[in-house]
């Protein structure tokens, strides 16, 4: 009721006050079976593209000059709860509430490109998300391999960074640079004193993240990077270089990244790479995509996993889509890489999934 009082609220506004206001969204809703060392069937929010809820807008100012602002919300539609947030970068909330925890930015553009302030994708998730044949979505996920430290999917307790950074500033590169883009962003941990909360020293929770790209001749390829600092955790950081080229009804996708941190005096290093592509039919889409990881650990057997990924999507219209998905990972001996059913060391994993998108 206070989401839709709002909305109703702005609509009011003055047409001269509000140069452009939208209300946006996604619903969606997979069934899936997973298996692990057990096997897990679930309803599942986000198996095609994340559930969400927001509200954007913004204002000619005049002379080039725009202001703008971005609110969304995401949402667990299995059950209409929230999702988790982070408290100072360092703090994982539960996610009872809805709260716009997927972005939360006002900003001012011009001919200089924009500035915005708030919480916003880092830009070393984005290129992850950007050059991902499943959109980090779903049993076809590829940052469970790829990002498998900044997680804490097989080592430590991961990052509150992963995806997302609050207190950040990012700066954006104008548009007309002849194919060449890119952002930074500096997110303040804005702790003050050490362990508080418990655990945490101050400075934890910083982050600094950069991302350039070039695209044209329909090829759109980017290299970003990342650290995240967390004394428990040893400044996380994570580099990433990825690519798509179109030819004709095929798109093709590739993927390299390393992580690096430091746990409990053990030096991680994450190496991975992807293959993918994506055939599309009309409003019909079938995706490939195989993933490679090998974590090495000090003194330690090496971690390995491979992900094989198959999906097809069916699109009823612009907004509407039905899809299905299916993954495998196989773990080498030491290897503990999941889908959400935790595994033995060796063990492999598998899941499948059926849903349907709306986007509104």
Known sequence: MALATAAALCAALPAAAQSSLTLFGVVDL???HIRGDGHLTRLESGGLNGSRLGFKGQEDLGGGLAASFHLEAGLSADTGRGR???IGNVIETPGDFISFNRRSTVGLMGRFGEVRAGRDYTPVADNHTDFDVF???GVGDSSLLTQALAIGLVAGRGVRTDVRASNAVVYVLPADLGGFWGYGMVALSEKTRDDEPAGFL???GGHRGIRLGWEGAGLNMALAYGKSILSFQQDLSNIHFGGTYTW???QFFGQLSRERT?????RHTNDAAA??????????AIKFQVV???IKRTGMESMRATMYSAGYDYNLSKRTALYGAVSYIRNNAAGTFDLGVPVMPGQNASGVQVGMRHAF
């Open 292 to 294: 490679n990881s090998r």
């Open 30 to 32: 997979s069934a899936q």
């Open 275 to 284: 293959l993918g592509v994506v055939w599309t039919l009309g409003v019909q």
């Open 248 to 250: 004709n009804d095929l």
């Open 135 to 137: 959109g980090n979505s």
């Open 202 to 204: 101050r400075g934890d």
């Open 262 to 266: 430091t746990i409990a005096e053990v």
């Open 84 to 86: 988790p947030n982070s």
